[in-house]
């Protein structure tokens, strides 16, 4: 019987493509119409012992005679015949009925680009069946007929649907749909050859059969990389490549375009952080409504093994809203439509992302553009920011307590501003509101800067959950947290529609508006997957990690495509290749496998922070001064000399405390040398000894100096003296073998068997650590691997120090004793500043 829902039933009579013989309109079934079984492929049936049923969701593809339900004839859907034309001329009615003319009719009506004209012709004149009668049956299509039946509903889908009303096409469903005998559909590769990855989708579908909850739900996300165009010859296929791919064959004519970008395709799950490359397709020019068609494929192949897609994450660019309208989603600030219908007409509804990494981007360009925004009674200035970034580093006196000195007595720090904060973070705020107090000229009424940019942090928070164990806005969202952050979205909503620039018009409605309208529409779609997919009981999630909505994943798997293609640049098709072979490899589809997205053990966190450095103070910094960045050390600190094994000096050491002074400036100097480096806020203010009570200054760093270097923390002092110690119990080894990688490897082990047991580390990383995945290899342990290494390459590397001059007098010692040999937390400091060359 045909089916009772409206939009498969649409499918069917689409299918069936049958003609009333007596009103010569469309035909349309009663309400006891039947379709014979033969009309089904084998692959559209389920076997219950001897039962057999049609599939959920089949669609008629079989039509070998010209008949079909009830007996009737099926003549083809076509207009009735013009009247004839007028004497010495052709008209098209006139024209034999050829795919190559029918293509022509579409370009002179505008309805299909003559770029595409041209490249069908191209490749498939000499190979497609000419006239109607022609045309074999779906069964036996040709593979040039499955290929051009593709391309064309890739790239225009309405110009596919009216050529099948003439020629027998196949339905699109069958473009995706597993067919015998290898169960692979026209759009689908193995060996990792451009097209769906059939490997992947067979082991997602195990793990769905197996009855795994975490794979019962995804989000998809698309984004394409660059591509060197270069025709190359493959001996191993003896054929040419580079061009066109969509996964239906290689494209070869002589006129075919040579292909520019690959299209990646990835799915991740949105409560276990699995990930899976689904394919990639070679194309000479990315366009919205060819994603579009990608995206529908990807889905229906996903939704065939039993996989839902809950949304769909796209670049915040001109490709992405692009393709989010032709999906139809709607970003009008009236009236914003967050979700699509897939299959079209169906209740089944998908949510729509734009990443949330473009999206800071293009609110940090109009803030730039705009230099001023009006926000009711407060302003939004740049210039706030490029000072805070500009800020030079400033010598701070402070009266010290009276442990620490006699009365009148003053205590030193230096004022340095951390490069690493992002711009839009809680950091920033609290250091513009910290100079603010200061009293210092450039940052007085930045008031309205600060809070823009904690709203803005705070969206970005919302958006940033990586773990189960994420505190305050970064927590995956559950029941507990949704009031709070729906509060949040309704005051950034009524913060963006009433942003106004210096002539007051609406920022939302001006040519900068599409970062703003991003926003709104996230925090949409949140909305609605958390009503629909969190809140209500018996469904499969109960808390969604946000990150998944962004391109972090597949940004992780894109560097490590890049790195294993070797080169800098953009790729040929033949290295892509080789390399996405290599990566699918050893690709695994564990929850929380550092492989599971070919991305060795990088994690999902830096690659955010990666991808965030131009929305740093550094850039700003960098932008409008390139040569006032920050400056790196290029000589070695004087005191390391007096340290270096086969210096008599050295040898004859019994001062202990110019012993300490000397770990304390060579750690000082590792300090800067891998703050330099850095792109963690946190770990970078980790490094430096600062006082306690100055951590609500974000950015703003109080660190002292012992000489021209900054005084390192006691974590960075402490693992400093254990690597000492164990160079100094280690290091008798012969010359020969004290600078290979193997002795390198020997101490780094033995300083980590002397810290373990130790006080703990680094007591500011204690809630960063929740930031990321929780995995051995996370940032702690990267700062004392990092720490160990570089003071094991100044001490084992002295062959060219031997020279170093003692430049610290014994007055110089007296004053330097104390606490400041070993840096410890520092005490409490007054209010009242004096700030020097400010």
């Not at 391309?151 to 339905?171: E, G, N, S, W």
């Not at 309208?325 to 009236?334: S, V, Y």
């Not at 969202?477 to 709070?484: M, P, S, W």
Request: glycine share 6%.
């Amino acid at each position: 019987r045909f089916p009772v829902d409206a939009a498969q039933r649409r499918e069917w009579i689409r299918a069936v493509n049958r003609v009333d013989p007596r009103s010569r309109q469309a035909w349309r079934p009663g309400p006891g119409a039947i379709l014979c079984s033969r009309h089904f492929a084998e692959a559209d049936f389920e076997r219950y012992g001897l039962r057999r049923k049609l599939r959920r969701g089949a669609v008629p593809s079989r039509f070998p005679h010209p008949q079909a339900a009830g007996g009737e004839p099926r003549p083809p859907l076509e207009p009735p015949p013009p009247p004839p034309p007028a004497a010495g001329r052709c008209s098209r009615a006139h024209r034999p009925r050829t795919v190559a003319n029918i293509l022509q009719e579409l370009a002179e009506k505008q309805q299909l680009s003559e770029e595409t004209v041209s490249l069908l012709q191209a490749q498939f004149s000499a190979d497609l069946p000419c006239e109607l009668h022609s045309w074999r049956q779906m069964a036996e299509y040709s593979p040039e007929m499955r290929q051009f039946a593709c391309i064309l509903h890739l790239y225009h889908i309405k110009a596919y649907d009216y050529l099948r009303k003439i020629f027998p096409l196949p339905h699109p469903y069958s473009l995706t749909k597993q067919h015998p005998p290898f169960f692979s559909s026209w759009l689908s590769n193995n060996e990792a050859a451009a097209g769906f990855s059939n490997d992947i989708f067979l082991r997602l579908q195990e793990k769905v059969e197996r009855g795994e909850q975490a794979y019962c739900c995804c989000a998809l996300m698309v984004q394409d990389m660059s591509l060197q165009k270069q025709q190359e010859w493959d001996p191993q296929t003896q054929r040419l490549t580079g061009f066109v791919d969509l996964g239906a064959g290689i494209l070869d004519a002589d006129e075919a375009p040579l292909a520019s970008e690959a299209i990646i395709l990835m799915a991740v799950g949105i409560s276990s952080p699995w990930t899976a490359p689904l394919g990639y397709f070679f194309v000479n020019s990315t366009t919205g409504h060819l994603i579009a068609q990608l995206l529908r494929q990807t889905i229906n192949k996903l939704n065939n093994i039993g996989i839902t897609v809950l949304a769909v994450t796209s670049g915040a660019t001109a490709h992405g809203a692009e393709t989010a309208r032709a999906l139809g989603i709607r970003i009008d600030p009236e009236s914003i439509q967050c979700t699509f219908q897939h299959p079209p007409g169906s209740a089944h509804s998908i949510t729509y992302f734009f990443d949330i990494c473009h999206v800071l981007q293009l609110i940090r360009n109009a803030l730039q553009c705009f230099q001023k925004i009006e926000w009711l009674s407060d302003t939004v200035q740049w210039q706030h920011v490029v000072e805070l970034a500009a800020l030079r580093e400033q010598r701070v006196l402070e009266p010290c307590s009276r442990k620490s000195g006699g009365p009148g007595s003053k205590e030193s720090y230096h004022l340095k501003i951390n490069l690493a904060t992002l711009l839009f973070s809680e950091g920033v705020a609290d250091a513009l509101e910290h100079l603010q107090k200061l009293g210092l000229a450039s940052f007085q009424n930045c008031s309205g800067t600060v809070k823009f940019v904690r709203l803005m942090s705070h969206l970005c928070d919302v958006f940033h959950g990586r773990g189960p164990y994420g505190r305050g806005l970064k927590e995956p969202l559950l029941a507990g947290n949704y009031t709070k952050i729906t509060h949040l979205f309704n005051e950034a909503k009524s913060f963006f529609v009433t942003l106004t620039d210096s002539m007051g018009r609406y920022v939302i409605k001006s040519k900068r508006k599409l970062g703003f309208l991003s926003f709104l529409l996230n925090a949409e779609s949140l909305k609605w997957l958390y009503t629909n997919y969190v809140c209500p009981e018996g469904t499969p999630s109960h808390h969604l990690l946000t990150y998944a909505f962004s391109l972090d994943p597949l940004e992780l798997f894109l560097r490590a495509l890049q790195q294993a293609c070797g080169s800098n640049g953009s790729p040929t098709c033949s290295v892509f290749q080789a390399a996405y072979h290599k990566l699918l490899a050893s690709c695994s589809l564990v929850p929380g496998s550092p492989h599971s997205g070919g991305s060795g053990n990088t994690s999902s966190l830096d690659i955010s922070l990666s991808r965030r450095r131009d929305l740093t103070l550094g850039s700003v910094c960098a932008q409008y001064n390139p040569a006032h960045g920050r400056t790196l050390a290029t000589e070695y600190p004087y005191c390391a000399g007096l340290l270096l094994h086969g210096s008599a000096l050295s040898n004859a050491l019994t001062d202990l405390s110019l012993h300490a002074q000397s770990i304390t400036c060579t750690a000082g100097f590792i300090a800067e040398q891998l703050a330099f480096g850095l792109q963690c806020e946190t770990c970078l203010a980790s490094l430096f000894d600062s006082d306690e009570s100055r951590l609500r200054c974000g950015s703003v760093l109080y660190v002292k100096k012992l000489g021209r270097v900054s005084l390192p923390s006691a974590s960075v002092y402490h693992i400093t003296s254990i690597s000492e110690q164990v160079l100094n119990q280690y290091g008798k080894v012969g010359d020969d073998n004290k600078n290979t990688k193997l002795w390198h490897l020997f101490l780094e082990q033995k300083v980590f068997q002397e810290l373990l047991g130790e006080s703990p580390l680094f007591p500011t990383l204690t809630n960063h650590l929740l930031d990321g995945e929780l995995g051995v290899n996370n940032h702690y342990t990267i700062l004392v691997k990092e720490i160990t290494r570089c003071y094991l390459n100044i001490r084992t590397n002295h062959a060219k120090h031997l020279n170093l001059k003692y430049h610290c007098g014994r007055h110089r010692l007296k004053r330097l004793k104390g606490k400041h040999l070993s840096p410890l937390p520092l005490g409490n400091c007054q209010s009242s500043q004096t700030h020097t060359g400010s």
